[in-house]
Nanobody, 122 residues
Framework: QVQLVESGGGLVQPGGSLRLSCTVS????????MGWFRQSPGKERLFVAS????????YYGASVKGRFTISRDNAKNTVYLQMNSLNFEDTAVYYC???????????????WGQGTQVTVSL
């Protein structure tokens, strides 16, 4: 059974940066397409970014394209989300997710982490 654990969330000022990590255990990371999603209070969970198994391709949501970068290190069983130029609207719980299917299929993720809070505030 694969397990995902996110870390790296916290409080940051507008314009600042954070890097989230997602550590995978139980099975090799290279078996999965990986994605990041986020959910704000009272709102549905939204797609942020995803990456193919061998990191050859990435895919971003419109609101984060150009500011966020997803990457992975299969040898370390870790996926990253570098977030730059953060703004108030980026405040959310960020979730890491794994799929054994197509990494671009937003509703195809089967396994989820517990989430990490990112708060953008003055």
């Amino acid at each position: 059974q694969v397990q995902l654990v996110e870390s790296g969330g916290g409080l940051v000022q507008p314009g600042g940066s954070l890097r989230l990590s997602c550590t995978v255990s139980g099975r090799a990371l290279s078996s999965y397409g990986m994605g990041w999603f986020r959910q704000s209070p009272g709102k549905e969970r939204l797609f942020v970014a995803s990456i193919s198994r061998m990191a050859t391709s990435t895919y971003y949501g419109a609101s984060v394209k150009g500011r966020f970068t997803i990457s992975r290190d299969n040898a370390k069983n870790t996926v990253y989300l570098q977030m730059n130029s953060l703004n108030f609207e980026d405040t959310a719980v960020y979730y890491c997710a794994a799929t054994d299917g197509n990494y671009m299929q937003r509703n195809g993720y089967q396994t989820w982490g517990q989430g990490t809070q990112v708060t953008v505030s003055l």
